[in-house]
């Protein structure tokens, strides 16, 4: 099943790739369902935003599935996100994740192509370790991994409530942070000059609204907070985007995966360049 009113297009503006993956997932795997719980949720709301007032029959984007990453190390994990999205040439990867190692992937592709790329990182967690269980690579880690590519000043961290005392010292270099997604309108205009990835972690959602996560954690940002700053990134040149750590067994009700979606196609029709020619 593929994602909501996606068909096949020559060249689409973004193409959607699932990538199964929960091997580093240490309190509660799961995400690796994610993918399909989300493409299935998907065919449960609208093509329509009436918000954006678009529809994503106005858009060219594709699914391409899942990525096969089976029996992958999360070093193996991360070289193959990074591979296939360098294969994508010039199309806009919305990633669909699995856990929030999938990340460092698209970053290692998009940071080639785009010397100056800036991160977003919409997360409950600083996500900042350096080893995580003796593993350099993990969902713990992977943005620490990240800023052995980009540099602290290109990084923005946004809804993060948790993570040690080390690591919050570390993301005070960063160019801004805020553990709620009021980003003020100087930064959003250094981030509308350069490249941006977006990786969006589902546990910065508050847990009443996005219960199903591996790691849920309380005073988290609010459904609306969240799709709010998705439906202004077309102020934004997005390079990339990922959203992770949906964990469909802990989503008993299945609005997890509706809010996912909800974001996703939020995403599609936000995104600059997505319009059919
Ligand atoms: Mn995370």
């Not at 929960?22 to 009436?50: H, K, L, N």
């Not at 919305?94 to 919409?122: F, S």
């Not at 040149?237 to 992770?244: E, H, N, P």
């Amino acid at each position: 099943m593929a994602f909501l009113g996606s068909r096949p297009a020559a060249r689409p503006a973004v193409t959607i790739l699932g990538v199964p993956f929960d091997a580093t997932s240490t309190f509660r795997a799961g995400s690796r369902q994610a993918p399909a719980a989300i493409r299935w949720a998907s065919q449960s709301i609208e093509t329509y935003s009436p918000v954006l007032r678009r529809d994503l029959d106005d858009v060219t984007y594709a699914d391409l599935g899942d990525l096969d990453v089976a029996g992958c190390t999360p070093e193996q994990l991360v070289d193959a996100v990074r591979d296939r999205i360098r294969a994508l040439d010039a199309t806009l990867p919305l990633l669909l994740g699995g856990e929030h190692t999938i990340t460092l992937g698209a970053v290692l592709a998009l940071q080639q192509r785009h010397p100056d790329l800036a991160v977003v990182q919409v997360d409950a967690h600083t996500d900042l370790r350096d080893t995580y269980e003796d593993r350099r690579v993990s969902h713990a880690t992977v943005m620490r991994r990240v800023l052995d590519v980009v540099a602290p000043t290109q990084m923005i961290q946004a809804g993060v409530r948790a993570g040690t005392r080390e690591e919050f010292a570390i993301a005070q270099q960063f160019r801004y942070r805020t553990p709620r997604l009021d980003i003020p309108g100087s930064i959003w205009s250094w981030l509308e000059q350069r490249p941006v990835y977006v990786t969006i972690d589902m546990d910065a959602i508050d847990p009443a609204d996005a219960p199903g996560t591996g790691n849920p954690e309380p005073e988290g940002l609010r459904a609306q907070d969240l799709l709010g700053f998705v439906r202004r990134l077309g102020l934004l040149q997005v390079a990339g985007l990922d959203l992770v750590e949906v964990s469909p067994p802990y989503d008993p009700s299945g609005r997890t995966a509706v809010l996912a979606a909800t974001i996703v196609r939020e995403a599609i029709l936000a995104i600059k360049g997505a319009d059919k020619p």
